[in-house]
């Protein structure tokens, strides 16, 4: 009696050594509520950079308000502040520290007071106090960048310039300036810290998408490669017995 030994023939169904398609990630799979809550503190973020960013763009338009705004806001600031302070040096008397915090903790409150009861005054003086900032900063980066002449001679020149063409500005058109200028840097802040958050958060949620994808996709296996000694018996692979 012949039996013949040969080799098995090889899968060449379409099904074979082709992966499934990749389904959505697994709910239950290890880290998914870290995901879903990374996610969702991204999305947090991204809404109040576009809170903070339209805040900012109406700022620019209506800069009075905006001015008048910021210094109601920095008043109340310097009261909070002062009360704080003013609760942490009575908690630490008896040290040298207390007498010190009374001190820092009245200017405060008494600051905070002046500026909520006359906050046209108080961005009048503080439009004044930048434009001399604008000015010593500007003559200072000159001066430095002419007798340094270092890599960033020209950058620094430009700066210098730019703060002193600035300062001369703002101290000019003063009182007047102090009406917008405030408001002004005050609304470009909260424009440019709002792009920085959104721009964060849509970046954090894309890329918490990705790592959720790929770790959710299964891991394709490798496909058999085909020949013809697969599909054929060899002629040694035959035994008589």
């Known amino acids: 009696m012949a039996l013949f030994k040969t080799s098995k023939p090889a899968d060449t169904s379409p099904s074979a050594g082709t992966p499934g398609p990749a389904g959505p990630p ?6 998914a509520g870290d995901a879903k809550r990374l996610n969702r503190s991204f999305g947090w973020l991204a809404l109040l950079g576009a809170i903070l960013a339209v805040a900012g763009i109406v700022g620019l338009v209506y800069t009075g308000v905006a001015t008048l705004t910021s210094m109601l806001l920095f008043g109340w600031l310097l ?3 002062g009360f704080v302070g003013l609760l942490h040096a009575v908690q630490s008397r008896g040290t040298n520290f207390f007498w010190l915090g009374v001190v820092v ?6 600051a905070g007071v002046v500026i909520i009861r006359r906050p046209e005054v108080a961005a009048e003086a503080l439009t004044m106090f930048a434009a001399l900032l604008f000015l010593t900063g500007g003559v200072f980066r000159l001066v430095g960048s002419l007798v340094v002449r270092g890599p960033q001679f020209g950058w620094t020149l430009v700066q210098g310039a730019f703060g002193l063409l600035l300062g001369i500005l703002v101290l000019g058109n003063w009182p ?3 009406q917008y200028v405030i408001g ?10 709002g792009l920085g958050l ?5 970046g954090g949620r894309r890329i918490v998408g990705m790592v959720t994808e790929r770790q959710g996709s299964p891991a394709q296996p490798a496909q058999p ?3 013809e000694e697969g599909t054929k018996a060899k002629p040694g692979e035959q035994e008589l017995s």
């Open 198 to 202: 959104l721009a964060t958060g849509l």
């Open 225 to 227: 490669v085909q020949t």
């Open 176 to 178: 007047s300036s102090s």
């Open 79 to 81: 009261l909070v502040g």
């Open 184 to 193: 002004c840097f005050f609304s470009l802040a909260l424009l440019f810290d």
């Open 105 to 110: 903790a009245a200017l405060n409150l008494a």
């Open 26 to 31: 697994d709910p239950t799979a290890p880290g």
